[in-house]
T-cell receptor, first 115, second 114 residues
Framework: KAGVTQTPRYLIKTRGQQVTLSCSPISGHRSVSWYQQTPGQGLQFLFE???????NKGNFPGRFSGRQFSNSRSEMNVSTLELGDSALYLCASSVGTGLSGNTIYFGEGSWLTVV | AQTVTQSQPEMSVQEAETVTLSCTYD???????LFWYKQPPSRQMILVIRQEAYKQQNATENRFSVNFQKAAKSFSLKISDSQLGDTAMYFCAYPPNTGNQFYFGTGTSLTVIP
């Protein structure tokens, strides 16, 4: 069974631009969550989607948005990029949500550099 | 507020020796799960082990085991017979009972020395 797939793996953007990252979950997984990892802030939760609905959202500005499609694939978008958005963006998928104990499985991440 | 604390930023261990990584957490819930994830240089997060708070028995996965102290809210990871491939960042994680929003500690960078 294929793992969580994230594209693109690496990208460089200019301040003020926008970026879209894609995540394909493990087959059969309906929950997709996104995390931002930076040296200064560590791993921070961005948002979670389940059945095309956003379930939870972390403490990030409205420039960060996401969506989920009927096949459970998810995209996240960051508009008006800032230098501080440079980070590793990790996508994780899980079979379900709402119950403690769901294990989340991560993709390899998308490295975003904003210059 | 849910928090996860890892007080050891860096650790090292000789190959074949045993090392213990510490983690404490804060929660008001009675039943919950705790996780350890490993992030090698490739940066992909890999599940190491998980523990259900309701179970008194400590979880074990091959060379990895936990020491779960519910009253003390402590959840340490023991790695036995350390191997070079164990070199990685290790994150302790706690998801409240509301979904898949995990809270991660700041991580412990483990180096296995040959």
């Amino acid at each position: 069974k294929a793992g969580v797939t994230q594209t693109p793996r690496y990208l460089i953007k200019t301040r003020g631009q926008q970026v879209t990252l894609s995540c394909s979950p493990i087959s059969g997984h309906r929950s997709v969550s996104w995390y931002q990892q930076t040296p200064g802030q560590g791993l921070q939760f961005l948002f979670e989607y389940f059945s095309e609905t956003q379930r939870n959202k972390g403490n990030f500005p409205g420039r960060f948005s996401g969506r989920q499609f009927s096949n459970s694939r998810s995209e996240m978008n960051v508009s008006t990029l800032e230098l501080g958005d440079s980070a590793l963006y990790l996508c994780a998928s899980s079979v379900g949500t709402g119950l403690s104990g769901n294990t989340i499985y991560f993709g390899e991440g998308s490295w975003l550099t904003v210059v | 507020a849910q928090t996860v604390t890892q007080s050891q930023p860096e650790m090292s261990v000789q190959e074949a020796e045993t090392v213990t990584l510490s983690c404490t957490y804060d929660t008001s819930e009675n039943n919950y799960y705790l996780f350890w994830y490993k992030q090698p240089p490739s940066r992909q997060m890999i599940l190491v082990i998980r523990q259900e708070a309701y179970k008194q028995q400590n979880a074990t996965e091959n060379r990895f085991s936990v020491n779960f102290q519910k009253a003390a809210k402590s959840f340490s990871l023991k790695i036995s017979d350390s191997q070079l491939g164990d070199t990685a960042m290790y994150f302790c994680a706690y998801p409240p009972n509301t979904g898949n929003q995990f809270y991660f500690g700041t991580g412990t960078s483990l180096t296995v020395i040959p």
